[in-house]
């Protein structure tokens, strides 16, 4: 078994989720940070940022960003784009205790694809909450989704397989399987990947991802003692809905205080 996001996963990633909506996304987000920011949002701090496909492109739209990730294997992605934008950097290091700036020099935080939900104990949550506020400036936003408790206890995680064409002539073969604890409040995600030429198997990884789904009020309690006011929940990427038990992921807005 694997780390999480080891860079056998990491240099699969990209062809993995060729067909994720980034742009859309990143209009989402930043749709909410005009909608509730109380000024400019000029710098951008982006924790987990994985292969750094959101920061590129909020990046491109003129914004300093700084994205972090704990995976050495998603970095040298997110490196290679960078060149292109000089108000782009990448920092490896943990959520929980990385220092990406100078205190309160962000306007707004991002923890986008479930990055809350990677941490499943509430000392490394209440961390990771703990440097978000400690570089956002009082009022700057905090925007983050999770997985949703009443979607993932109601739908239960299935087992289930993707091909995808990484190029011409080979094919991913991504298979999850999933063990829930309710009690823990987590899913522990097997991922096996295989990258096959033909009916060859050029290489197999396996890797478990343990992730944390959380409530409503849950958060509330967890963002008000980092000093982050909830502001907004809804569905992702749907956030004027409200979510019910076929919301997998929900989004949250967040405010410094």
């Given at each position: 078994?694997?780390?999480?996001?080891?860079?056998?996963?990491?240099?699969?990633?990209?062809?993995?989720?060729?067909?994720?909506?980034?742009?859309?996304?990143?209009?989402?987000?930043?749709?909410?940070?005009?909608?509730?920011?109380?000024?400019?949002?000029?710098?951008?701090?982006?924790?987990?940022?994985?292969?750094?496909?959101?920061?590129?492109?909020?990046?491109?739209?003129?914004?300093?960003?700084?994205?972090?990730?704990?995976?050495?294997?998603?970095?040298?992605?997110?490196?290679?784009?960078?060149?292109?934008?000089?108000?782009?950097?990448?920092?490896?290091?943990?959520?929980?205790?990385?220092?990406?700036?100078?205190?309160?020099?962000?306007?707004?935080?991002?923890?986008?694809?479930?990055?809350?939900?990677?941490?499943?104990?509430?000392?490394?949550?209440?961390?990771?909450?703990?440097?978000?506020?400690?570089?956002?400036?009082?009022?700057?936003?905090?925007?983050?989704?999770?997985?949703?408790?009443?979607?993932?206890?109601?739908?239960?995680?299935?087992?289930?397989?993707?091909?995808?064409?990484?190029?011409?002539?080979?094919?991913?073969?991504?298979?999850?399987?999933?063990?829930?604890?309710?009690?823990?409040?987590?899913?522990?995600?097997?991922?096996?990947?295989?990258?096959?030429?033909?009916?060859?198997?050029?290489?197999?990884?396996?890797?478990?991802?343990?992730?944390?789904?959380?409530?409503?009020?849950?958060?509330?309690?967890?963002?008000?003692?980092?000093?982050?006011?909830?502001?907004?929940?809804?569905?992702?990427?749907?956030?004027?809905?409200?979510?019910?038990?076929?919301?997998?992921?929900?989004?949250?807005?967040?405010r410094a205080v």
């Open positions: 078994m694997s780390e999480v996001f080891g860079r056998a996963y990491a240099g699969l990633y990209d062809a993995i989720y060729r067909d994720k909506d980034y742009p859309g996304e990143c209009a989402l987000v930043e749709r909410l940070l005009k909608a509730h920011a109380a000024g400019p949002v000029r710098r951008l701090l982006d924790l987990g940022c994985g292969t750094g496909r959101h920061a590129e492109i909020f990046a491109g739209h003129g914004l300093e960003v700084v994205g972090v990730d704990r995976s050495a294997g998603m970095l040298e992605q997110a490196k290679a784009r960078q060149g292109a934008y000089p108000g782009l950097r990448f920092l490896c290091g943990d959520a929980r205790d990385v220092v990406a700036g100078e205190p309160e020099s962000f306007d707004a935080t991002l923890m986008l694809f479930a990055v809350l939900s990677y941490h499943t104990e509430n000392h490394d949550v209440a961390a990771a909450l703990a440097t978000v506020r400690r570089h956002l400036r009082p009022g700057g936003l905090f925007l983050f989704d999770v997985w949703f408790g009443p979607a993932v206890l109601a739908q239960r995680p299935e087992t289930r397989t993707r091909l995808v064409e990484e190029k011409p002539g080979r094919t991913i073969r991504r298979s999850v399987k999933a063990e829930l604890d309710i009690l823990r409040q987590c899913c522990a995600v097997n991922i096996e990947t295989s990258l096959c030429a033909g009916d060859a198997v050029m290489s197999h990884g396996s890797e478990i991802h343990v992730m944390r789904f959380f409530f409503p009020a849950e958060l509330a309690l967890l963002l008000g003692a980092a000093r982050l006011e909830l502001v907004r929940l809804g569905k992702f990427p749907e956030i004027e809905e409200a979510p019910d038990v076929t919301s997998w992921n929900v989004m949250v807005v967040a």
